[in-house]
């Protein structure tokens, strides 16, 4: 079982639909971060959550320590959100460990 | 600051071959790290530095070589590569290990062995 698992693996939505992805991991952490790939593009930085929530812009992070399970939401998705989105979790032992990622399409 | 940089971009090697991905970071970054990506994997940790002179393996680790000379350089190497190293590499940084964890990544380098 990998420590990090992500849900859904795919995913497609209507432009507009709120979007809601999961990750669950089996240790404990010092943080989990959220990622974003772009098709064909580098890979971008979202979030970095020890406990609570954090926003930015249209996105959600929450993360629950004691369930070991984060979400990523997106609200008024949009066709430029179409991206695969991963999460990594920091086990506290220096190595960033990754989910295999979420893959979202959103159509206009 | 140009942030993470890989060089090169692509490229093709025959099985049996060396060579030497490159990484670069301006910001002061200890931690950095090589990751490989494979289709429906996500990203595999190769190996890891958090500073100069410091390296350890991360989750994948065979047939590959790095070091840490210098806080911003962090080259990793392929002694022999083999068809099963054909991946999209990706170098990232972070100051993991100062106060924050803000993950930087490069480009990638999309590298096919023949």
């Known amino acids: 079982k990998n420590e990090v698992e992500q849900s859904p693996q795919n995913l497609t939505a209507q432009e507009g639909e709120f979007i809601t992805i999961n990750c669950s991991y089996s240790?404990?952490?010092?943080?989990l971060h959220w990622l974003q790939q772009h098709p064909g593009g580098g890979i971008v930085s979202l979030f970095m959550?020890?406990?609570g929530k954090k926003k930015h812009g249209r996105l959600i992070a929450t993360i629950n320590i004691q369930e070991k399970h984060s979400s990523l939401h997106i609200t008024a998705s949009h066709p430029r959100d179409s991206a695969v989105y991963f999460c990594?979790?920091?086990?506290?032992?220096?190595?960033?460990?990754f989910g295999t990622g979420t893959r979202l399409t959103i159509i206009p | 600051n140009a942030g993470v940089t890989q060089t090169p971009k692509f490229q093709v090697l025959k099985t049996g071959q060396s060579m030497t991905l490159q990484c670069a970071q301006d910001?002061?970054?200890?931690?950095m790290s090589w990751y490989r990506q494979d289709p429906g994997m996500g990203l595999r940790l190769i190996h890891y530095?958090?500073?100069?002179?410091i390296t350890d393996q991360g989750e994948v680790p065979n047939g590959y070589n790095v070091s840490r000379s210098t806080t911003e350089d962090f080259p990793l190497r392929l002694l022999s590569a083999a068809p099963s190293q054909t991946s999209v590499y990706f170098c990232?940084?972070?100051?993991w290990g100062t106060g924050g964890d803000e993950q930087f990544f490069g480009p990638g380098t999309r590298l096919t062995v023949l």
């Open positions: 530095s958090v500073g100069a002179g």
């Open positions: 959550l020890s406990s």
């Open positions: 240790v404990g952490i010092s943080a």
């Open positions: 990594a979790v920091r086990a506290g032992n220096e190595k960033l460990t």
């Open positions: 990232a940084s972070s100051s």
């Open positions: 910001m002061n970054h200890e931690y």
